[in-house]
């Protein structure tokens, strides 16, 4: 009895919180809904003639402009060293009113390219705003048009830690590492410009091409929880064949969910965003708070969103408690497995071998009436 | 009747209630699959790419799969050394059957098969066995409790369950048939499988103790006990450490029965492995100290007995269930037992397919079954 029992001694310990997904129903937390205009104000960085290559002589390369497009052609040839052309041209963006850059490019296979920008001191001089590893630069070309489209807010903040307003420069470069053969390249740039879409309150039906559900919450007390995702239970309307994509942006990035498109006849549909494929940039304004769930029209547009519930699936490591000893096994686990076990089977060893050598002794006196065990 | 043999096995043998059981079994997964209510949770594992048997990969399934696939590296922080060898070994030499097949369905349906093969010889082994030592009424009962038991769907699951039951009943078998140098090899290898495995050398020496040819049995209890040591061997040239395993087991965010007792939830999966373990226990118990209990049974009462005591302090309390499963006298005894009262039987049998059929739907809905 004792061997099975002795965990039941241990029921005057506070509680504690189960290892494993921790499920928190924040529906009551949610904000008013707001949501992107559907349409964007553009700031077009035209007239190409202004930009120009910088000097490389190695790479014969060729920039061609006009009002409305640039080329930039040319070859790298063969080098133990890595080889790049850049070209650059003077802008003036205000981020703060128009935070999205938004870029159509064709960059050929084979090559890398990147994109960079400087904002200007007061004394005239250049600051970078770029870094090697954020989401603008060592793109790989792919032969084919590509839309660029970040939040340059969040870029410059990350890469500088600084609130920048404006910026002033813009390079862009195409690059290779080091190759046995010489190879041609090409960057044709169609579209430089910044968009702003105006943020709105959301919550009855209008045209949107961003819907924001963020939650009022201080962030879990004990360290041992982590956000694993997210998962929203809700009715979305929007236009026909929409295309949506979900995100869930949180204090430690951002993380894109499922891309679904519209289907009229589905009711109540869930959406889960896990952490796992975090991104390094995201497309459209920032939410006013964290954590914050943003349905971003991929094509289409939005028209309502209809939340049912929102459930915050945390992830507890350990065994939480301050009562159970470090070891996690409490005093009745070593007595129960070391000294009641040990009893339990030294009792019943006994017990068959007393019982063995009487029926033994007794079928040597009767050996014929002893049933067979 | 050469029962000593499994290459003379009649069909009769093989179609018994166990092995039917596969069918409700691959019918309540498939119905899982479609009728199922998600957990809503994004899944530990991504779903292989096998039409419905897809359901049968979830939770360890995914250690065994990567460790068929990469060996014992393909997880972070020695993970991986609290899953054993044996079945993934087994999948590493199938999978590679089903060529047309990505490798990770491949891996499901290498395992698949090869749990219906172990099931078949086990349930043979398992009748046989309990013939010779119980009677044939308990070997049909038996079977029987088996194929409807909550966790009997990890025999079919990516799990080692299968193997590692259709290795002890052999060795048993050929122990009870006096070959315990067949029983021995047999049991180390059952070590190999399962964890627990290694505590089949218990029910062999308390047996030795009491027979003649005591050497013979000795030995073969030591054959099954080297199991745990070749393991930490292994993962001592691999690892640097004798007790990598003890040490990954340990540090392995389990749900114990301390975390229970401090905090019970009553949901289904806790409430189907508290049933499970319940009745194991008082049945396994009761068998050991009933006035008339049988000299012949006691070692394996005992055998059970222990690892039903450590699984309750050391195991996952939402394992208990599969835990079981390995364990032939847990079965005996409740056959034993309903053998002068059938209407229990009739009870047993008809709670334990009602939570089988919900443990199943709930594992393929990665709801933890584990």
């Not at chain 1, 070593?334 to 079928?363: C, G, K, Q």
């Not at chain 2, 996952?316 to 056959?335: I, N």
Request: net charge positive.
């Amino acid at each position: 009895m004792l061997v099975f029992t002795a965990p039941f001694l241990s029921i005057s310990f506070s509680r504690i919180t189960l290892p494993g997904i921790q499920a928190s129903n924040v529906t009551q937390n949610l904000l008013p809904l707001y949501g992107e205009d559907h349409s964007a104000v553009i700031l077009s960085i035209g007239n190409y003639t202004k930009w120009s290559l910088n000097p490389s002589p190695s790479t014969g390369a060729a920039l061609t402009t006009s009002i409305n497009s640039l080329t930039l052609k040319g070859t790298f040839p063969v080098n133990s060293n890595p080889s790049a052309v850049s070209i650059s041209g003077s802008l003036v963006a205000n981020i703060r009113q128009y935070p999205i850059l938004c870029v159509q490019t064709n960059v050929s296979k084979g090559v890398s390219y990147g994109i960079r920008f400087y904002s200007q001191s007061s004394d005239g001089s250049f600051i970078a705003l770029w870094k090697d590893t954020d989401v603008l630069n060592h793109r790989q070309g792919t032969g084919q048009p590509e839309n660029v489209q970040v939040n340059m807010i969040q870029v410059i903040e990350a890469n500088t830690n600084k609130s920048v307003d404006s910026l002033s420069r813009a390079t862009m470069y195409v690059e290779r590492g080091p190759g046995t053969n010489s190879i041609d390249f090409s960057l044709q740039l169609s579209s430089f410009k910044f968009l702003s879409y105006r943020l709105e309150p959301a919550q009855s039906r209008g045209l949107y091409h961003a819907i924001y559900l963020t939650l009022n919450l201080t962030a879990p007390t004990s360290s041992l929880l982590t956000l694993q995702s997210i998962r929203v239970e809700g009715h979305l309307e929007a236009s026909t064949n929409a295309a949506y994509v979900l995100y869930l942006i949180d204090r430690s990035g951002v993380y894109k969910g499922g891309t679904y498109t519209y289907d009229p006849s589905t009711a109540d549909q869930v959406y889960v965003v896990s952490l796992r494929e975090k991104l390094s940039s995201f497309s459209d304004n920032l939410p006013t708070a964290v954590p914050s769930v943003v349905i971003v029209s991929a094509s289409g547009t939005l028209y309502q969103f209809n939340l049912k519930s929102i459930v915050l699936n945390y992830m507890s490591r350990v065994e939480q408690s301050s009562s159970l000893p470090p070891s996690k096994d409490p005093p009745s686990f070593y007595l129960a497995i070391f000294v009641f076990l040990p009893i339990a089977i030294a009792v019943l060893l006994y017990d068959h071998f007393r019982r063995t050598r009487f029926r033994r002794s007794v079928e040597r006196q009767f050996p014929k009436d002893l049933p067979h065990g | 009747m050469r029962m000593s043999s499994i290459r003379h096995l009649p069909l009769r043998e093989v179609a018994n209630s166990l092995v039917g059981s596969r069918v409700i079994v691959v019918f309540l997964i498939a119905a899982g699959v479609v009728f199922g209510y998600r957990t809503g949770q994004f899944p530990p594992i991504p779903d292989v790419n096998l039409p419905v048997l897809y359901g049968l990969a979830r939770w360890d399934s995914g250690y065994y799969m990567g460790i068929a696939r990469l060996g014992y590296g393909a997880f972070a922080n020695n993970r991986a050394y609290a899953f054993l060898p044996g079945f993934p070994l087994i999948l590493r030499l199938l999978y590679p059957l089903f060529f047309w097949l990505d490798t990770a369905p491949a891996e499901v349906m290498a395992g698949f098969v090869w749990n219906l093969v172990a099931v078949a010889l086990a349930s043979v082994y398992l009748v046989r066995l309990t013939r010779l030592i119980i009677g044939p009424e308990v070997a049909n009962r038996t079977l029987a409790l088996l194929a409807v038991y909550p966790s009997t769907f990890f025999l079919s699951a990516i799990y080692p369950e299968a193997t590692a039951l259709l290795l002890i009943v052999a060795s048993l078998y050929y122990l009870e048939r006096g070959k315990p140098l067949v029983a021995g090899p047999l049991g180390f290898l059952a070590g190999l499988v399962r964890p627990e495995g290694f505590l089949l050398s218990v029910p062999i020496f308390v047996k030795a103790l009491s027979e003649k040819r005591k050497l013979r049995m000795i030995l073969a209890s030591i054959i099954v006990f080297l199991s745990a040591l070749t393991f930490a061997i292994f993962s001592y040239y691999t690892t640097g450490s004798l007790f990598t395993a003890l040490q990954v087991t340990r540090a392995w965010p389990i749900c114990s029965i301390f975390c229970f007792t401090n905090n019970p939830i009553f949901n289904l999966p806790f409430m189907i492995n508290l049933l499970s373990i319940g009745l194991a226990t008082l049945f396994v118990v009761y068998s050991l100290v009933k006035p008339n209990a049988s000299a012949r049974t006691f070692p394996y009462y005992l055998w059970s007995f222990i690892t039903i005591a450590i699984v309750f302090y050391v195991g996952e309390m939402r394992s208990w269930s599969r835990l079981m499963l390995v364990l032939p006298p847990v079965f005996w005894a409740q056959a034993e037992y309903s053998l002068t009262h059938p209407r229990l039987f009739q009870g047993l049998m008809v709670s334990y397919a009602v939570m089988m059929c919900l443990a199943t739907i709930l594992f393929v809905n990665w709801y933890s079954m584990v």
